[in-house]
């Protein structure tokens, strides 16, 4: 399993393609969304987690991987895609919540200064 700190912050490919295909206000307005989403599944993944729903934590990383998959937020999707696909008990997700945390938070610091320059 590749260690998400190897996978980059950021896909700066897929923000390239972000620009190209969209007006820089509608990319902002992309880009902005990621962090609500980020903090809003994180919330749902440590609830679930809290009530043994391991199936419920693994549709809500689905989820994120996927929005942040898209929005090129590569580290974030990859912790996502571990949580969703690799990890077989609620102790070992809960080992990956505090990257997962410390990831949004420099996921979201990065997006803003994409947004800043779109």
Do not use: N, W, Y
Not at 103 to 108: D, F, H, L
């Amino acid at each position: 399993m590749t260690g998400a700190s190897d996978v980059p912050l950021i896909d700066q490919d897929q923000l390239d393609l972000l620009q190209a295909a969209l007006d820089p206000d509608e990319l902002r307005a992309m880009l902005s969304q990621l962090p609500v989403v980020a903090a809003e599944t994180f919330a749902g993944i440590r609830t679930a987690l809290a009530k043994g729903d391991l199936d419920q934590v693994r549709k809500a990383a689905h989820v994120l991987k996927g929005s942040s998959s898209s929005l090129g937020a590569a580290r974030l999707a990859e912790i996502a895609r571990v949580i969703e696909l690799d990890l077989a008990t609620a102790e070992e997700i809960a080992a990956q919540l505090p990257l997962m945390s410390d990831t949004i938070g420099a996921t979201t610091d990065a997006l803003k200064r994409a947004a800043e320059c779109a």
